[in-house]
């Protein structure tokens, strides 16, 4: 594991002082991430040929990292960085549509578990995380399903409803993955459209290769149904609002989980 390698590399004078703690927060799209890099600062620092970010903090290092839409493809490019083991904590975030009417556009939701249907799993986000997150803004929710396709009918999402309280592509695969190296994890989602709420276009229809969506095919669905367009600027302004908020509870989690571990450290030194 991580921290016993670096303290074979550091030496045996430094072999019983803790590293910092390595968080890793994943979001789909850029669109999901641009509010939260506005509020801190972060440095490009792409591993490989992925898109990824990070932020130093006093015995904190966070890395968020772009995954694109889809589960399969989130897993793969999370495997990139936690392979080795090298992540203490893991926060899948981004958006996600609700499936139950208390829930509405706006609100940060905090998992308790998430099925992950790609692998037939149900995966439980660490207690500790838990409370953190609703102590930082998030509300508790029972489940997050997630999906290998968007779902874009309100009756979808409606019949979903028995299942869980959220839907979305990635959470599944991206902690399933963290799990397997020991990562402590959570899933924590804005909410971009409430259940009774069709999508405004196909969004399984206008990604790219990368997992992005494509202006360009969003456009030209607009444009072969015009009607769409208000509902398209409702859902954009929803969307944004929802990740805006979504950013003030990570920022939150993440200076609480510094703060965690400064203390932690302070104990270990006063206890030598």
Known sequence: MRTTEARVALGSNLASEPLPMKVLVTFAVEAEFAPWRKLRRFSQSNVGDIRAYSAQMTDCELIVLLTGVGGRRAWAEATKVI?????????????????????????????????????????????????????????????????????????????????????????????REAVAFGAKVIAIRGISDAVEEDLPVDFNRVMSESGEVSLTKVLSQAAAHPRSIPALIRFGWQSRNAAEKLAIVLDACIQRLASTNVMKRAKEVAAR
């Open 83 to 175: 392979w080795d083991g090298n992540v203490d904590v893991c926060i899948s975030s981004g958006l996600a549509g609700a499936l139950r009417e208390k829930h509405r556009p706006g609100d940060v939701l905090a998992a308790k578990e998430v099925h992950a249907t790609n692998w037939g799993k149900i995966i439980p986000s660490d207690r500790a995380l838990l409370e953190m997150a609703t102590a930082c803004g998030a509300r508790v929710a029972d489940a997050f399903y997630s999906v290998d396709r968007v779902l874009v009918r309100s009756s979808e999402k409606v019949e979903l409803g028995a299942k869980a309280d959220a839907v979305e592509m990635e959470s599944g695969d991206i902690m």
